[in-house]
């Protein structure tokens, strides 16, 4: 018994002296933690993308708190506090209404901690071996602190961001309800736009897409995408179209993502126009040439916007226009000549090269289509007249 409590006592002693070594090492840190904690912003701001959004001196601040915790805790072997974790939950909260995205949150605590271990380890010393060992036995205690500060940040985050986003998704439907209707722009169109993030005042752009393509988890994972870019995207199904709306973001990078999470959607895309007028136009135009968009492919205003605008009158062009679409769907190859004679500038010779065909061939084929329609495509009537009979009643368009 008498040596059972001797060794009890030696490995007290022991203890004690190792707890005395890390008190030591941390306050040693603490010291210097204002010069540090800025290093180490410093390293976070560069490797994590997002923190633009985030003020240097409240991350500071912030990223000070953290780290006296942590050094506590090591000290006293202890995870986070419920104070502790709430200042966490509280971060969390904050950066999801600044627009952080999760993952660079999450990030930047990995490598704070990271970066505050490395230190710790440096000072410790090469040859310190005792104090090196003591350290390595509190990864655990260290990886705690990691754990539930950057969980309890997250889950604040998730909550925080969802009544966001149901708050805004609630005001994107009011907002393009009133875009949809059109009219003279109103004070509570102005304070939606402003609300929703959008200058009343500068360019919009719109793209539409249909409903029947996209799921809830898509729609989320595009709006999700877009918030990690500068400028403005709100996207909302409306009936049985998707509109998004964009400021100061390429359409082309919209277009892009849209692919990559639906690679089949059809895509309208408005032209750019400015103010809330504007928005209402290029709304429109998306919704306009949508109807001419095939599977995975994108049709603009800006280059289809001729057949966005007659394709109303469709059934009223048909007894005029249909013979275009008959002779095309009985003669593939005459209508395919219609359309490379109208692209290759008029003429026969770049015509053929591009059809792999005789000038000769090419001539024969558009007096051909002359003959079976009635339209002559050498003449503007005619020209104009085919282009668009084979826009709306070819095969398959």
């Given amino acids: 018994m008498t040596v059972a409590k001797g060794t009890q006592r030696m490995q007290y002693s022991s203890t004690a002296q190792e707890r005395t070594s890390v008190a030591e090492l941390c306050r040693s840190v603490t010291e210097d933690l204002p010069e540090l904690v800025s290093e180490i912003v410093d390293r976070i701001r560069q490797e994590v993308p997002g923190y633009h959004v985030v003020e240097r001196a409240d991350q500071e601040s912030r990223v000070t708190r953290q780290f006296e915790g942590l050094l506590t805790g090591l000290v006293t072997r202890r995870p986070p506090s419920r104070t502790e974790n709430k200042h966490a939950r509280d971060l969390g909260r904050q950066r999801a209404r600044e627009g952080l995205p999760l993952e660079s949150m999450i990030s ?42 950057s969980s309890a940040a997250a889950d604040a985050y998730g909550e925080t961001a969802r009544a966001e986003e149901a708050a805004q998704l609630g005001l994107a439907h009011r907002f393009f309800d009133a875009l949809v209707a059109g009219g003279s722009p109103t004070g509570d169109q102005g304070r939606f736009a402003q609300a929703l993030g959008f200058d009343s005042h500068g360019v919009f752009q719109a793209v539409c897409s249909p409903t029947d393509v996209w799921s809830d988890e898509a729609l989320t994972s595009l709006r999700d995408r877009l918030r990690r870019r500068r400028g403005t995207m709100r996207c909302v199904p409306r009936g049985a179209v998707v509109i998004a709306l964009i400021q100061a973001i390429p359409a082309e990078a919209l277009i892009g993502v849209m692919h990559q999470l639906v690679p089949c959607a059809p895509l309208g895309v408005g032209l750019a126009r400015p103010g809330l007028p504007g928005a209402s136009a290029s709304i429109a135009d998306a919704q306009e040439v949508l109807t001419a968009a095939e599977d995975g492919a994108v049709s603009t205003f800006e280059h289809d916007w001729l057949l966005a605008t007659i ?48 000038a000769n061939t090419v001539k024969y084929r558009l007096d051909r289509w002359e003959q079976l329609t009635g339209w002559d495509v050498r003449s503007w009537d005619g020209l104009s007249a085919s282009m668009v009979g084979l826009g709306l009643f070819s095969p398959g368009r």
């Fill in 108 to 149: 930047a605590y990995h490598v704070g901690y990271r970066e505050m271990w490395n230190e710790l380890l440096v000072r410790a010393g090469a040859h310190d071996l005792g104090l090196r060992a003591e350290l390595a036995g509190l990864i655990g205690t260290a990886w705690t602190w990691v754990q539930q500060a």
């Fill in 311 to 358: 394709r109303p009158q469709e059934s009223r062009l048909a007894a005029l226009l249909g013979q275009c679409g008959e002779t095309a769907a009985e003669n593939p190859e005459i209508a395919e000549t219609v359309r490379g004679f109208a692209e290759n500038d008029l003429s026969l010779t770049a015509t053929g090269r591009a059809l792999h065909v005789h």
